[in-house]
C-alpha cells in the first residue's frame, strides 16, 4: 500500500488514488471543485466525438477509446463526490458517439494520430471557448464604447452651445422690441402733447453761418406712424414711392392718403392688399373707461372705444364695411356691417 499526493492511500504498485488519477485523465489537479470537473468532462467529450474523425478510422478508434477512459474518470469522481450512483436519467440524456461508415483509406501520418488522441489542456479549451464570443464581438463592425461616449459628449456640448445662442439672439429681439416700442409710445405722448398745446415745438437752430455746398434743409425725420398732420415729405419717407400721386392724393397699391394743404387728413386703408402703418390718436384727454358709444359721442370717443379707423374723413370713420358718421364732429348714426368690425355703439 502506498500514499498519494493528497494523503489518500494507493492501491498497491499505485502513485495515485483513485480520485487523483481520474482527475490526471481529465487535466485537473487535486483541488478542483465539482463544476469543474464537470466542465472538464463536458468539453474534451464534445472535442473527442466520434463524427469528427469519420476520416481516418485510426484516430475515430482512438478518439472512442479516450473518450471512454474520460467517462469512466468522471463517473468515478462523480460516485466519489456523491457516494451514490448516478441516477438512470443521466445515462439516457447522454448523446450516444456516431459511429460513421468507414470511408475510403486515406494515409496519415503518426503524428497527426498522436496529437489527435491527447486531449487539449483543460484550461486552453476553457480560454478558447470563453474567448471566442468577445472576438465575434470585436470584429462586428460598429464604433468602440469609449469613442461612442466622447462623441455623445460632443453632440450634447454643441446642442448646448446652440441652445445658449438661440436664447441670446431671442432676447436680444425682445429687447429691441421693447425698445422700439418705447420709442412708438414716446413719439405718441409728443403728439398729444403737439395737439394739446396747438402747435408743435420748433426745432432748435444752429447758429453759425452757413457752409457753402451743402444742403440747408434739415432731413426728413421718420415717424413710426402715418397720423393726421403730416407732411407729404414724412410719408413719403416712411412709405417709399407710391403707385400713383397728385397734389390731394397718393396711392399705395389699393390704399389711399388724402391731403389738404400738403398735410394729411384722411386715408382709406386696404389691410388685406396693401396695409399702411396708420395711427389716429385723441386729440384731448378722454375717458379711458368707455366700454361704448352714442349718438352725441365725440370723435376722441369713438377712436377711444373702436381705435384707429380704416377710413378716415371729416363726417365718416369706417372699420371695415362697419360706419360712423359725423356732424359737427359728433355721432349722429351708424352702420353695422355683421360680416365685419362690430361696433361698440349702443343707443339711448
Known sequence: MGVCVCGERTEEGGKLCERCASLQILGLDARATHDEIRAAYRVLAKALQGDQFQEDETLRE??????????????????ISSDAHLPQSFYSNRSPIVVAPPPPAVKTPAAKIAA????????????????????????????????????????????????IYLASLIGCERVNRGMH?????????????????????????????????????????????????????????IEGVPSSSSPNMLTFGTSELYFKDSRVVGWKIDPS??????????????????EYFTVGSSK????????????????????GRSEVYFE?????????????????????
Not at 143 to 162: E, F, S
Not at 181 to 196: E, P, V, Y
Not at 300 to 316: A, F, I, R, W, Y
Open 273 to 290: 392688399s396693401s396695409p399702411l402703418r396708420v395711427k389716429l390718436w385723441p386729440e384731448s384727454p378722454v375717458d379711458t373707461t368707455l
Open 300 to 319: 376722441n370717443d369713438v377712436v377711444t372705444v373702436q381705435g384707429t379707423p380704416t377710413m378716415l374723413s371729416e363726417e365718416k370713420f369706417a372699420y
Open 181 to 237: 416700442d418705447l420709442g412708438n409710445r414716446s413719439a405718441a405722448i409728443a403728439g398729444l402733447d403737439d395737439a394739446k398745446g396747438g402747435k408743435a415745438k420748433p426745432s432748435p437752430k444752429k447758429q453759425g453761418k452757413p457752409q457753402p455746398g451743402k444742403s440747408q434743409n434739415a432731413p426728413t425725420k421718420i415717424a413710426p406712424y402715418i397720423t393726421v398732420g403730416l407732411t407729404m415729405d414724412e410719408v413719403l419717407a
Open 62 to 79: 482512438a478518439a472512442a477509446k479516450k473518450l471512454k477512459a474520460i467517462e469512466a474518470a468522471y463517473f468515478s469522481l462523480h460516485e
Open 116 to 163: 489527435a488522441s491527447a486531449p487539449p489542456p483543460v484550461r486552453e479549451l476553457f480560454s478558447s471557448y470563453a474567448e471566442a464570443e468577445p472576438e465575434e464581438e470585436e470584429r462586428r463592425p460598429g464604433m468602440p464604447p469609449m469613442m461612442r461616449k466622447i462623441l455623445i459628449g460632443i453632440i450634447v456640448v454643441c446642442l448646448a452651445i446652440i441652445g
Open 328 to 348: 359737427n364732429n359728433r355721432v349722429v348714426s351708424w352702420k353695422n356691417d355683421p360680416g365685419s368690425v362690430q361696433l361698440r355703439a349702443k343707443n339711448r
